[in-house]
Every structure is written in C-alpha cells, then in structure tokens.
C-alpha cells in the first residue's frame, strides 16, 4: 500500500450543507485492502475538512459532524451520515502537577495548595451548559466528572463529598451521579460564554475561596468575590494556559476558563491578564508538553486544554494514564527520594507527561489493573448512596470494578486533572462507498475502514481519501502519541490481537493462532524475578515481510524489549512485562508481574516491526490502549 499526505486549507466561518444519507450498518470482513493507495490530506480544522468532503475532494472523514451540520445537510444525496456511537473518548482540563501555579508549587500533586487551586478552577465550568451551549458539541456531548468514558462500564463516583469547602447534597449525590454534578454548587448565569459563572455567584465565590485558602490572596471582596490582597509570589509565577485552537470547543473551553481566571485576580473577565495568565491558542503540534525530557521536568507548560480517544477501558486513564510508573524516569524525581514511581523510565514521550505522582494513587490504581476479576455481587452501583465493594471470588482483593471506583474517587477528590465532557459522535463519508466499518469506539479513523472500504467509482482511481482535520506530530513509533499519529500507523502494521470494531469488549486472534497463561511451574525455565505468569502466543505462519523472509517471534521479542526499555508512549502498555523468551519461531512467552482483566489486551495491542532496515534489521513501533488527541 502506498502513502500520500497532502495538506490542504479551507474557509472555517460557515459549512455549506448538503443532504445525508443514512449510512448502511457495515460488517468487517477478514479480507486485504481493494485499494493500493491511502492518501490523508491535512486541513486547518474540521470545518475546513467538511468543506472539502462536501464538495468530493475527500471520500472518508476522521471527525465526528457537529449536530448543526448534521441536521442542516439538506440538498444533495451523495453523503452518508453514521447512526450515533458513543464514543470512547474524553476531553479534561489538564494540570502541569511539576511546576509552580502563582507562587504554589505543585509538588507532583501533593502539596496542600495545589489542590486547593484545582478545586477553586473545577468551579468555573458549568459542564451541563457547557455541552449544551457549545456548538460545534451541543446535542451531542455528556458532561463528564471522571478521567474515562461513561460508556467503559465502571459507575461515577459519588462527586458530593469531594469539596471538603463546600459539600454538596440532594438526588444527584449517588453512586452513577450524572456528569457535572461536581464542584458544582448553583446554574451558571454566564458572562462571555453562557457556561461561566458570573461575578459573585457561587460557584465564582467557591473557587476565589480555594484560592484564599491557597495562599493566594489574604481575602475576597464580600459582593464580587474578587480576591484582596494578592500574595507576592502571584505575579512572579504566572501560568502558561495552552488552548488547542484547531478544537473549536476546547478553545471556547481555554479562553472561557482563561477569563474566568483572570477575573478572580483582576475582576475583569479577559482572557489572558498580565502578571497573572496568559492564554495561548496552538494546534496540536505547538503543544509542548507531549514532548518530555529524559533527564529534567521541563516546565514549559501549566494547563492544556486535552483530550483522549480509544479509551476502550476504564484503566485506559486511570491507570495508563496518571499511575506514576509512566512519567519520565528522571533520578531525582524517582523513589525513595522522590515522589514518582522508581518502575519508570526516562523518556522523551511520557504517557503521564502531567507528572502525577501520588503513592496512594499509584497504590489503589495498581490494584484495579492486577486484580484478579472484573467485578462481583457487592461492587458499586448506581443509585447507592453510600457505595459497597466487593473482593473477587476466594480471594482478598478487591475486583476491578471496586478499586477502579475507588481510584476514581481518589482522582476526584484531589481533581488531579477536571474532566469535562465525553461525545456521543456521528461520521460523515462520500456515498460512493461500501463496506466502510465505523469503529464503535473510535468513528472512521480505525485500521478495518481502509481495509475493507471499496468503490466502483471513486475519484482517483485505487485510492481511499481519508481527510484528517490536522497534522500528526510524529510518525516515530518511540514518540508518537496523537490520535492522528496512530491513525496512520494502525492503517499500516498489524497487532497480535484486535478489537473488534462492532463490539469493542471482544479480542480477535490477529496475527495469532491462540494464547494460553501458563503458571511458572509450567513453564519449564525459571522465569525473571518477580513474574507471576505467563503469556504464550502462537504467532500464524504465513506472515511476510515485503523481501518475503517470515515474521517470526524474534521480531515480537525485539518490539517489546525496546518499546518499554526507551518509555515510549505506547510502551505504557507494557508495563508488566518482566521479561520476553523465545520459545521457536513461532512461540513467544510474554512474562507478566501482574494478571488482570485488561492485560491481555494491553500485551496485546502493540503495532510493531515497521519493516526491514537495510535488509537485516526490524524496526518496531506500537499502539497504546489510549491515544491523545
């Protein structure tokens, strides 16, 4: 298959409308590509990128259609229009927990005042209005108090005590409690945005509150809000607030939250404010912080505007995303001298690139990803005021369920990072093609659309047109971490396993015959210390590289070593690999220091050897469970 990248621009004022088709319910199909071209032209934004494909110079978008758009496609019959998935995805506030906020030093998550500060901000959202207002998101949008998908199945925690300022109470203080209840305490009136609260409201007094007790301020104006008698170390520690300007909501969200700010400290709503905030709007390639350095905490950065696509599973964020084991293993950060995790290791593409460091997170969030079921009678469940919890069958440990609520719960209390919505997202392609899957989880941008996606007349002959609203970052599978980065490497290389695209709960047999998990006294060598089992995988054997030599484990061995051993992004994933031995060409044992309802998957997913190098070596690259977008 050959690549093309184009990059093209377009008007983003307004959208042209056209009429939709329903999109046919389209099976995958266990067959090659039809086509031997795969072009991804590249656009400013997704309004740009609906222009084109209305007007045929795209065959298969990669974002999901704002509901205006959707509902206002009126007069031409040649787009289809997807039933609505919800998405696993989730879109937050995020926190540089490594450097100074206003004179407070972070401390990696611990320290006092930190939290005070995320607290006080997690007021200034009114998420329900949020995604009811914003446009491009209205209609199709939840509002989300928790760092995954409502869709992966684990129940909210119950948000009303998480304030110890001011605790909430009412219906909506219970296990399953719908998003926004949170850091919550009156409907916004709003100011720029319907969304903010207003001078003087609660929710505005609530966070000038926080940041009272921050230090921040000696005291608040008693009408306003406004804070009196601002510290000094304020104004010689602002904060760099990094909004994605190529995501229309998340600007809104950056410039509203900016302002917000900036009238706490100033009592006029600006976005940006000298001395304290400064606002900087950046597509995804001007955010520095995906970048992290092997040897220092670089604090090019405060807050970001951040989002995630391919959560499939709730320990997707929870665990691969804020467990201290996948910051950048810097020495003087790491254990027992420091707060991080000393399994982590220096890298230049940080899953955790917001340097949590919590030992009781790490703790809770470790048992939820090793425990030894899923769930049993007596986990949470929604409409509980108080919550249960339950331990797998003939065993002490707390099932997944019950220690993801409780990781979650932690995660609240402390707003480590304020999630704020998840999608609930429809796609749009040209009516010319058949047998176009859409991803239950991901939309169009997945590895099954160009694989089985065929047209007896398409533009350019051989060529599948997938539009991405913006660039990728890094094709480097060490580096790699956006949502378009993986969006061109799973089109490309394969996995041992994959999710099935109709029901995302279900593992496919991909590039193997079978995989058993055999105990160490079966193994028949002495594993490496620590191991607790064992995963054998029997690889197919009519699989080639492009000079016709046979993949074989060898080539899985050498991915996985220097996938975890150089931090990569992706290498999160394999996180309880101990060690890798070859057993024949066609057998690999994957040895694991944990066993839990998601390891399989994470061993699994892993999209590696990018091909031959000068005829003689592999290279390897991989996909993590849960992408940055």
Request: glycine share 8%; with cysteine; net charge neutral.
């Amino acid at each position: 298959m050959a690549i093309s990248f184009a990059t093209l621009s377009g008007p983003t004022a307004s959208v042209p409308t056209a009429h939709a088709l329903q999109a046919p319910a389209e099976s995958w199909y266990p067959a090659g590509p039809a086509f031997n071209n795969y072009v991804t032209p590249f656009f400013s934004d997704e309004n740009a990128e609906f222009n084109c494909l209305q007007t045929g110079c795209v065959d298969l978008t990669d974002w999901p259609l704002s509901p205006t758009l959707v509902s206002g496609l009126l007069s031409s019959p040649n787009i289809y229009i997807t039933n609505p998935i919800s998405a696993k995805e989730y879109f937050e506030l995020e926190f540089h927990l490594g450097t100074n906020f206003w004179g407070c030093p972070m401390t990696f998550g611990n320290s006092a005042c930190g939290k005070d500060i995320r607290q006080g901000i997690a007021h200034l959202v009114d998420k329900t209005i949020f995604t009811t207002s914003q446009g491009d998101i209205a209609g199709a949008a939840i509002p989300n108090d928790n760092p995954y998908p409502p869709s992966t199945g684990l129940p909210a925690p119950n948000p009303c005590n998480w304030d110890p300022l001011f605790p909430q109470t009412g219906s909506s203080c219970t296990v399953g409690a719908l998003g926004g209840t949170s850091y919550h305490r009156a409907v916004a009136t709003g100011v720029n945005y319907p969304w903010q609260p207003a001078l003087g409201s609660p929710d505005f007094c609530a966070a000038a509150s926080h940041f009272v007790n921050a230090g921040l301020a000696s005291g608040k104006n008693p009408t306003t809000c406004v804070l009196t008698g601002i510290a000094p170390g304020v104004t010689t520690n602002p904060i760099q607030f990094f909004a994605r300007s190529d995501s229309s909501p998340r600007l809104e969200l950056g410039d509203g939250v900016g302002q917000e700010l900036c009238a706490l400290f100033t009592g006029s709503f600006t976005t940006g404010c000298s001395s304290y905030v400064s606002v900087e709007p950046v597509p995804i390639t001007g955010f520095p912080g995906f970048i992290t350095s092997p040897s220092s905490v670089q604090a090019t950065w405060n807050m970001y505007t951040a989002g995630f696509i391919n959560v499939l599973t709730f320990d997707s964020g929870l665990f691969f995303g804020y467990n201290s084991q996948f910051v950048s293993g810097i020495p003087s950060i790491q254990a027992p001298t420091g707060p991080c995790s000393a399994q982590s290791v220096p890298s230049y593409s940080a899953g955790n690139y917001m340097y949590l460091c919590s030992s009781s997170y790490d703790s809770i969030s470790t048992q939820m990803e090793f425990s030894p079921c899923l769930n049993a009678p007596g986990d949470p469940t929604t409409g509980q005021t108080t919550p249960t919890f339950a331990n797998c069958q003939n065993s002490s440990q707390l099932t997944a369920t019950s220690a993801g609520y409780k990781t979650a719960d932690l995660f609240g209390q402390n707003a480590y990072t304020i999630p704020i919505w998840s999608g609930r997202n429809q796609y749009g392609y040209l009516s010319n093609w058949q047998r176009v899957v859409l991803h239950q989880g991901n939309g169009l941008l997945n590895y099954f659309a160009p694989l089985n996606a065929y047209s007896t007349n398409p533009a350019q002959p051989q060529t599948i047109r997938q539009g991405f609203k913006q660039l990728t970052q890094s094709l480097n599978p060490y580096i790699a971490s956006s949502f378009w980065d993986f969006g061109i490497i799973s089109n490309i290389w394969d996995s041992l396993n994959m999710v099935n695209p109709e029901a995302n709960g279900q593992l496919i047999d991909w590039m193997t015959l079978g995989t058993t998990v055999i105990p160490n006294q079966q193994l028949g060598y002495v594993p490496p210390a620590g191991t607790i089992a064992t995963y054998r995988f029997a690889l197919r054997s009519d699989i080639y590289w492009q000079d016709r030599t046979r993949l074989t484990a060898w080539d899985v061995a050498f991915t996985y070593l220097t996938l975890k051993a150089t931090g990569a992004f992706q290498g999160a994933q394999l996180a309880p690999m101990t060690g890798v031995k070859v057993i024949s060409s066609s057998q690999i044992d994957v040895n694991v220091n944990g066993n839990g309802p998601f390891t399989r998957l994470a061993l699994t997913q892993p999209r590696w050897n990018l091909g031959r190098q000068r005829g003689d070596r592999k290279c390897p690259r991989q996909m993590h469970v849960r992408r940055s977008s």
